[in-house]
Nanobody, 127 residues
Framework: QVQLVESGGGLVQAGGSLRLSCAAS????????MGWFRQAPGKEREFVAA????????YYADSVKGRFITSRDNAKNTLYLQMNSLKPEDTAVYYC????????????????????WGQGTQVTVSS
């Protein structure tokens, strides 16, 4: 079994920064894709950012492009999300997701493309 554990959430003022981490552990894990999703109160979970586990491709939602950066440390099986210029509308529970499957139609933006999910970490941005 693969476990994903997020950390780094908290309370920050608008304009501030936070860095989330997602550590994968458990059995030998050969990730193909890892990503971040978020769910605000009363809303559906939405895509935030993702990356291929090999190569340099990254993907971002329009709402965070230019403010958030996702990166990874393959040796540590850890994914990061650097969040800058935070806005109150970024307030949500942030989830890490990972997947080991390989298929051509992957968009990296759909929940169904990820098999493993973390428990989430709360990010609250005050105005």
């Amino acid at each position: 079994q693969v476990q994903l554990v997020e950390s780094g959430g908290g309370l920050v003022q608008a304009g501030g920064s936070l860095r989330l981490s997602c550590a994968a552990s458990g059995r030998t894990f050969s990730s193909v894709a890892m990503g971040w999703f978020r769910q605000a109160p009363g809303k559906e979970r939405e895509f935030v950012a993702a990356c291929k586990w090999s190569g340099s491709s990254t993907y971002y939602a329009d709402s965070v492009k230019g403010r958030f950066i996702t990166s990874r440390d393959n040796a540590k099986n850890t994914l990061y999300l650097q969040m800058n210029s935070l806005k109150p509308e970024d307030t949500a529970v942030y989830y890490c997701a990972a997947d080991e499957r390989t298929y051509k139609s992957r968009t990296y933006r759909r929940e169904r493309e990820y098999d493993y999910w973390g428990q989430g970490t709360q990010v609250t941005v005050s105005s």
